[in-house]
């Protein structure tokens, strides 16, 4: 009877996970069709174009799928100029636009531009989620709106205006799943550690330059495309 000490583990074959699994039929999507991409690497292509994130917290099968055919996804994506981006220690996925400039390229990404108070409340989250070094941060809506003492922009001198303007902010943020509610208080938020992935040196630099010149008294032009803080 041969037990598992007479068995030399390291010596047996290494097996690649994803060939070793059975095919799957794949039904043709129209008449010619000779794709070779599964069915749930097509699913993670769809949801990393049309979801501005993904995460193995929210998404745990489909992030998974990204995953397990990130090399093809990237290929796919490459094609139309866009990068998949995987963030290792926050398991966060998506893309963004690569800085590639063609004459007869055009940008696929056209999201929603985010505004100047939706901006500038993500870049005082990004620095309080560095500072924190990976510990959950938890602030309630009148802290976020302390972060924006000592404004003085010329637009939003009534009061009642620039509360609103503020809590648009936190709403937007909230709806993009940055801002997470907590089930214990509703004007009490986690900062989602995705705010540390997308907000890059560059963005934050530019970020920085708009808050001070509304503390400055000025008026920062609202983006005309979409933030890289997507």
Same mark, same amino acid.
Request: charged residues 30%; hydrophobic residues 40%.
């Given at each position: 009877?041969?037990?598992?000490?007479?068995?030399?583990?390291?010596?047996? /074959?290494?097996?690649?996970?994803?060939?070793?699994?059975?095919?799957?039929?794949?039904?043709?999507?129209?008449?010619?069709?000779?794709?070779?991409?599964?069915?749930?690497?097509?699913?993670?292509?769809?949801?990393?174009?049309?979801?501005?994130?993904?995460?193995?917290?929210?998404?745990?099968?489909?992030?998974?799928?990204?995953?397990?055919?990130? =090399?093809?996804?990237?290929?796919?994506? +490459?094609?139309?100029? *866009?990068?998949?981006? &995987?963030?290792?220690?926050?398991? &966060?996925?998506?893309?963004?636009?690569?800085?590639?400039?063609?004459?007869?390229?055009?940008?696929?990404?056209?999201?929603? /531009?985010?505004?100047?108070?939706?901006?500038?409340?993500?870049?005082?989250?990004?620095?309080?989620?560095?500072?924190?070094?990976?510990?959950?941060?938890?602030?309630?809506?009148?802290?976020?709106?302390?972060?924006?003492?000592?404004?003085?922009?010329?637009?939003?001198?009534?009061?009642?205006?620039?509360?609103?303007?503020?809590?648009?902010?936190?709403?937007?943020?909230?709806?993009?799943? &940055?801002?997470? =509610?907590?089930?214990?208080?509703?004007? +009490?938020?986690?900062?989602? /550690?995705? &705010?540390?992935?997308?907000?890059?040196?560059?963005?934050?630099?530019? *970020?920085?330059?708009?808050?001070?010149?509304?503390?400055?008294?000025?008026?920062?032009?609202?983006?005309?495309?979409?933030?890289?803080?997507?």
């Amino acid at each position: 009877m041969t037990t598992d000490a007479d068995i030399d583990f390291s010596s047996l /074959p290494q097996v690649d996970q994803q060939t070793a699994r059975p095919p799957v039929a794949r039904r043709p999507r129209f008449d010619g069709d000779v794709s070779e991409l599964p069915d749930r690497a097509c699913w993670a292509l769809q949801h990393l174009l049309t979801r501005r994130y993904l995460s193995a917290e929210a998404d745990a099968d489909v992030y998974s799928w990204v995953l397990e055919y990130r =090399k093809e996804l990237s290929i796919r994506l +490459s094609e139309l100029d *866009l990068i998949l981006r &995987i963030v290792d220690g926050t398991d &966060i996925a998506f893309i963004e636009q690569a800085r590639y400039e063609s004459a007869r390229g055009i940008k696929v990404l056209r999201r929603e /531009p985010l505004g100047t108070y939706d901006s500038i409340l993500a870049l005082h989250l990004a620095q309080m989620m560095r500072a924190a070094g990976g510990q959950t941060v938890l602030i309630n809506r009148e802290e976020m709106h302390g972060l924006f003492s000592g404004v003085l922009n010329d637009t939003d001198r009534d009061a009642v205006t620039f509360a609103a303007r503020i809590d648009g902010a936190i709403a937007r943020l909230a709806g993009l799943e &940055i801002l997470r =509610k907590s089930r214990d208080d509703e004007d +009490s938020y986690t900062i989602s /550690p995705v &705010i540390t992935a997308i907000m890059t040196a560059s963005v934050i630099t530019e *970020l920085q330059q708009q808050f001070e010149q509304l503390l400055n008294g000025g008026t920062p032009a609202e983006p005309e495309e979409e933030s890289d803080v997507d």
